[in-house]
Nanobody, 123 residues
């Protein structure tokens, strides 16, 4: 089971970035995949999540309307399109998979599989 994030970088406020999470088949076929972020000295927080099947999506209030999560079944990849970026979006962004049922999709302790993270810096 493996997740590999890419697409991070530095951007000016108001700009856009698209993060990618390439997943092994086991991870991609799990019940939920999600994006989390963690800024220095802050707790890891859920940003967006997407379910398998009908692909229901979930967004944190802080990014709603600016970020879009999507999945490409042919590529076993989940994306996070980030628009209108703000300095407070600066963080390391992590991809997660396989939610333990009974937990919130934004509970960082409830996912069994994590990527290594990709840095996003907004100035």
């Amino acid at each position: 089971v493996q997740l590999v994030e890419s697409g991070g970088g530095s951007v000016q406020a108001g700009g856009s970035l698209t993060l990618s999470c390439a997943a092994s088949t086991d991870a991609y076929d799990s019940n939920y995949m999600a994006w989390f972020r963690q800024a220095p000295e802050k707790e890891r927080e859920g940003v967006a999540a997407i379910a398998t099947g009908r692909g229901a999506t979930y967004y944190a209030d802080s990014i709603k309307g600016r970020f879009t999560i999507s999945r490409d079944d042919a590529a076993n990849t989940v994306y996070l399109q980030m628009n209108s970026l703000k300095p407070e979006d600066t963080a390391t962004y992590y991809c997660a998979a396989d939610l333990t049922l009974g937990n919130s999709v934004f509970s960082p302790h409830a996912y069994t599989t994590w990527g290594q993270g990709t840095q996003v810096t907004v100035s």
